[in-house]
């Protein structure tokens, strides 16, 4: 049971439904009251518009993510949001907010079909539907009208329907098997034009960014505790397991030493649980693992070489089997970290063996190994991939290596525009040198490479692995979720 004009038990059911662990096979978005005197919901807001608008908005937002590839999402919505449709929006008082709140709704479901491209997205028009309480409180000379004198003239009445009618009509839609999408549909199930308004995807893109905006800034103040609306001990327990099915999960590769090993147990200490790869360090995997355990999150270690491309498809095998572990079947983050050892070559006596090494591991690999891997991330995901601060700068020996960096750079950019419509944040972590294992551990080990770079950095040493795991983990959250495209170098200012 879910009032759908009141977010705070919107937002309550969905994760209690995320909590059942059940596949669902599609969503309906059928509220719609009309009040003919204006009535605020539990935060304050226009009743009809919070029940038509916010409420399906807000469902559908946080089970999306959720729902299998091909799943059906239909939102009913009213010929009446089309001002020039003849008959179109009433003048009855409320009608502008009911017409308002159906034209957001259908703006919604256009825009979601562009976000979701996995999912079916569609909306469909039931026809006028008298005797169903849609004006519940209109005065009883007009509840009379509409139940006993307009029925006499049905069959002269444009777009006129039944219950029942509009039953088979929706189902039809929900249940279709095409693959159509962003498709609006008539009383009768076929495809429809609706206003010039949803037809212009600038202004879609508008009502989705707007209630977004709206529901952030407002979701603080309509918390539980403020409302009075505190769960009971069962609700409670809930909601407790439905947090912990929730939970974000980030795939790292490289994940058992240095930077990588950092960003996991960064993740950890944020409760995010992690897939991490490691390549033939399998004590350090543990170790990892026992680490992150301690934090109270949970790991699991793959062995991965990210240089081997045929060996993608068993791997996205086992990630699949990882995520059973996780309790889950799609995850979150994805942070492209692995790397080879850079011998530092100069440029004339670089190898074609060395140069297809460093671009299987450091280019092929992260294009192919996240192109795998697409079909498994939420929309709304977001991934990182590594760079190097020797893409910016240019130094004696990095041709092979930086050149790489600067590819994957490139890369990362198209990425965050092709995967926009899923919502999919693609951004750039550059570390400069950091005293890790990488390169035979030369920065961290040669007294004199140290010094020479504390010398040029305006912070004056060299970088550290706790000094990018907690910039990496902190990308990735939501305080971050409009950070995109863009190159984030964590160097401690080297060579300003």
């Given at each position: 049971?879910c009032?759908?004009?009141?977010?705070?038990r919107?937002?309550?059911?969905?994760?209690?439904?995320?909590?059942l662990?059940?596949?669902?096979?599609?969503?309906?978005?059928?509220?719609?009251?009309?009040?003919?005197?204006?009535?605020?919901?539990?935060?304050?807001?226009?009743l009809t518009?919070?029940t038509?608008?916010?409420?399906?908005?807000?469902?559908?937002?946080?089970?999306?993510?959720h729902l299998?590839d091909?799943?059906?999402?239909?939102?009913?919505?009213?010929?009446?949001?089309?001002?020039?449709?003849?008959?179109?929006?009433?003048?009855?008082p409320?009608g502008?907010?009911?017409a308002?709140?159906?034209?957001?709704?259908?703006?919604?479901?256009?825009?979601f079909?562009?976000?979701?491209?996995?999912l079916?997205i569609?909306?469909?028009?039931p026809?006028?539907?008298p005797?169903?309480?849609?004006?519940?409180?209109?005065?009883?000379?007009?509840?009379?009208?509409?139940?006993?004198?307009?029925?006499?003239?049905?069959p002269?009445?444009?777009?006129?329907?039944?219950?029942?009618?509009?039953?088979r009509?929706i189902?039809?839609v929900?249940?279709?098997?095409?693959?159509?999408?962003?498709?609006y549909?008539d009383d009768s199930?076929?495809?429809?034009?609706?206003?010039?308004?949803?037809?212009d995807?600038?202004?879609?893109?508008?009502?989705?960014?707007?209630?977004?905006a709206?529901l952030s800034?407002?979701q603080?103040?309509?918390?539980e505790?403020?409302?009075?609306?505190?769960p009971?001990?069962?609700e409670?327990?809930?909601?407790n397991?439905?947090k912990?099915?929730?939970?974000?999960?980030?795939?790292?590769t490289?994940?058992?030493?240095?930077?990588?090993?950092?960003?996991?147990?960064?993740?950890?200490r944020?409760?995010?649980?992690?897939?991490?790869?490691?390549?033939?360090?399998?004590?350090?995997a543990?170790?990892v693992v026992?680490e992150?355990?301690?934090?109270?999150?949970?790991?699991?270690?793959l062995?991965?070489d990210?240089?081997d491309?045929?060996?993608?498809?068993?791997?996205?095998?086992?990630?699949?089997?990882?995520?059973?572990?996780?309790?889950?079947?799609?995850?979150?983050?994805?942070?492209n970290?692995?790397?080879?050892?850079?011998r530092?070559?100069?440029?004339?006596?670089?190898?074609e063996?060395?140069?297809?090494s460093?671009?299987?591991?450091?280019?092929?690999?992260?294009f192919?190994?996240t192109?795998?891997l697409?079909?498994?991330?939420?929309?709304?995901?977001?991934?990182?991939?590594?760079?190097t601060g020797?893409a910016?700068?240019?130094t004696p020996g990095?041709s092979?290596?930086?050149?790489?960096k600067?590819?994957?750079?490139?890369?990362?950019?198209?990425?965050?525009?092709?995967l926009?419509?899923r919502r999919?944040?693609?951004?750039?972590v550059?570390?400069?040198a950091?005293?890790?294992?990488?390169?035979?551990?030369?920065v961290?080990?040669?007294?004199a490479v140290?010094k020479?770079?504390?010398?040029?950095t305006?912070l004056?040493?060299?970088?550290?692995p706790?000094?990018l795991?907690?910039?990496?983990?902190?990308l990735?959250?939501?305080d971050?979720?409009?950070?995109n495209?863009?190159?984030?170098?964590?160097?401690g200012?080297v060579?300003?």
């Amino acid at each position: 049971m879910c009032d759908l004009s009141d977010l705070t038990r919107v937002r309550r059911a969905a994760a209690e439904i995320v909590a059942l662990r059940l596949p669902i096979a599609g969503l309906l978005n059928n509220p719609g009251i009309f009040q003919m005197r204006a009535t605020r919901n539990a935060q304050g807001w226009d009743l009809t518009f919070a029940t038509n608008h916010l409420g399906p908005f807000v469902l559908t937002d946080a089970l999306v993510p959720h729902l299998p590839d091909g799943a059906n999402v239909v939102f009913v919505t009213s010929g009446v949001e089309d001002p020039e449709r003849k008959p179109g929006g009433s003048t009855l008082p409320g009608g502008d907010a009911y017409a308002t709140s159906k034209q957001c709704a259908l703006a919604t479901a256009v825009e979601f079909a562009r976000e979701n491209p996995r999912l079916h997205i569609d909306s469909v028009e039931p026809g006028f539907t008298p005797n169903t309480g849609l004006g519940r409180d209109a005065n009883a000379f007009l509840r009379f009208l509409t139940k006993y004198i307009i029925p006499l003239f049905a069959p002269f009445v444009k777009y006129w329907s039944t219950p029942k009618r509009a039953a088979r009509v929706i189902t039809k839609v929900l249940v279709n098997k095409t693959g159509q999408t962003g498709v609006y549909c008539d009383d009768s199930g076929h495809p429809m034009v609706g206003s010039r308004l949803v037809r212009d995807p600038k202004f879609t893109s508008r009502v989705v960014a707007e209630t977004r905006a709206f529901l952030s800034t407002t979701q603080s103040k309509s918390s539980e505790a403020q409302l009075g609306l505190r769960p009971t001990s069962d609700e409670q327990a809930q909601l407790n397991r439905s947090k912990k099915m929730t939970t974000k999960i980030a795939i790292v590769t490289g994940g058992s030493r240095g930077i990588g090993r950092n960003t996991v147990e960064s993740l950890a200490r944020r409760g995010v649980h992690s897939i991490f790869t490691y390549h033939s360090h399998s004590a350090d995997a543990e170790a990892v693992v026992a680490e992150v355990e301690n934090a109270g999150a949970k790991a699991v270690a793959l062995k991965l070489d990210t240089g081997d491309i045929a060996s993608f498809d068993a791997f996205v095998d086992s990630v699949k089997d990882a995520l059973g572990k996780l309790e889950a079947t799609h995850f979150d983050f994805l942070v492209n970290n692995a790397g080879n050892n850079d011998r530092n070559m100069p440029f004339a006596e670089a190898t074609e063996e060395e140069l297809d090494s460093a671009y299987n591991v450091h280019f092929k690999g992260v294009f192919f190994l996240t192109q795998k891997l697409l079909p498994l991330i939420n929309d709304g995901g977001r991934i990182i991939n590594i760079s190097t601060g020797r893409a910016r700068i240019s130094t004696p020996g990095g041709s092979v290596y930086a050149s790489m960096k600067g590819a994957v750079e490139v890369l990362s950019r198209h990425m965050a525009l092709e995967l926009g419509p899923r919502r999919i944040a693609v951004n750039i972590v550059a570390p400069g040198a950091v005293a890790t294992d990488f390169s035979g551990g030369v920065v961290r080990d040669n007294p004199a490479v140290n010094k020479r770079i504390a010398d040029n950095t305006a912070l004056g040493r060299v970088g550290l692995p706790d000094d990018l795991g907690p910039v990496i983990a902190d990308l990735l959250s939501a305080d971050f979720r409009f950070v995109n495209g863009q190159r984030i170098e964590v160097s401690g200012g080297v060579i300003l």
